[in-house]
Structures are given as structure tokens and as C-alpha cells.
């Protein structure tokens, strides 16, 4: 194939034209406002679509403007590192933390209660449920399961090593 001074042109054109295709399908990403108090290390989005977001030390911040605007929601939480956060399909909200097992939350600003889980004495980095279970994984790597929707704290049907850390599930 030859080239000529119209085949360059077509040539250089189609270049120009893809290269403006590619540059405008771009992914764009923009910062928020916020959560100002924290490291985020775990968050969700709920099913009414508010962002929930865990922090080291700051606690839970919430934000129901796409992250136009946040605010702390962190009554009864006294732990400050919620390394894992889920909702549940009744909207109620859990948080696994640092130091002090689960908490959960009846919804949208409502305060935090500790769930009893007694034999649950790890920092819990990762929670999510199916159908009425809830597993909760550790730091250590164990595994936890509670089948009553963590009315009364997981209950250690079976711990075993997933991997040296578990991260997520």
C-alpha cells in the first residue's frame, strides 16, 4: 500500500478523532467534602442510598447528598475504628470494630448498641449477611456466623483460617 499526501491526511485525521473519543470517555472523579475527623477504612452505600463511612478514630460519618455533606453518627459507638459496615435488608445497620465486637443500629441517626458477642474477643474487619446470616471475619482470620440476625452475638458455629488476614469477604 501506498501512501499519499491524502492517505496521511485520512490517516491523521482518524488519529485526531479517535484520540478526542478516547479523552472524552474518560472517567472523571471529583473529591468531597468530607468526612472531615478520619481515615476512611470501610464503607457502604444503604439501600435508601445514604454513604456510610468507617474511619480510624473518627468514628461512622454519614452522608444522605452524595457526600455533599456529612455528619458523625456515632452515638453509643464507643469504639472509633469501624473497620467493617453493613445493612441489612431491614435497613438496620452493623459495624464491626477494633476492640469492641459489634454494634448495630436501627437506621438513619439512631443510636448504637453493642451486640453481646461474648466469644467474640478479636477486631472484626469484615461483615456481611445472606438470607438471616450474618458473618463476621477478624482480624486473625476466623470466621464467625450468627443465624438470628445478631439478636443475641454470632455464635462460633465454626472458626477455621481462611487466610492470615481476613480482609474481606
Wanted: aromatic share 10%; no cysteine; proline share 4%.
Amino acid at each position: 500500500m501506498r501512501f499519499n499526501k491524502t492517505s496521511g491526511l485520512l490517516v491523521s485525521t482518524l488519529l485526531f478523532i479517535f484520540t478526542l473519543h478516547a479523552t472524552s470517555q474518560q472517567i472523571k472523579w471529583e473529591q468531597t467534602q468530607g468526612p472531615v475527623g478520619g481515615i476512611p477504612i470501610s464503607m457502604i452505600v444503604g439501600t435508601d442510598g445514604t454513604l456510610y463511612i468507617g474511619t480510624i478514630g473518627g468514628g461512622i460519618f454519614l452522608s444522605s447528598d452524595n457526600g455533599n455533606n456529612w455528619f458523625t453518627h456515632n452515638t453509643g459507638l464507643a469504639d472509633r475504628y469501624p473497620y467493617a459496615l453493613l445493612e441489612i435488608p431491614s435497613k438496620m445497620l452493623f459495624a464491626g470494630t477494633n476492640d469492641s465486637g459489634i454494634y448495630r443500629s436501627p437506621g438513619l441517626g439512631q443510636p448504637w448498641e453493642r451486640v453481646e458477642t461474648a466469644n467474640i474477643s478479636e477486631k472484626i474487619t469484615s461483615i456481611v449477611s445472606s438470607d438471616s446470616t450474618i458473618i463476621a471475619g477478624t482480624w486473625s482470620g476466623n470466621i464467625y456466623r450468627s443465624t438470628d440476625m445478631v439478636k443475641h452475638g454470632p455464635s462460633q458455629a465454626r472458626s477455621f483460617r481462611t487466610h492470615e488476614f481476613t480482609r474481606s469477604l
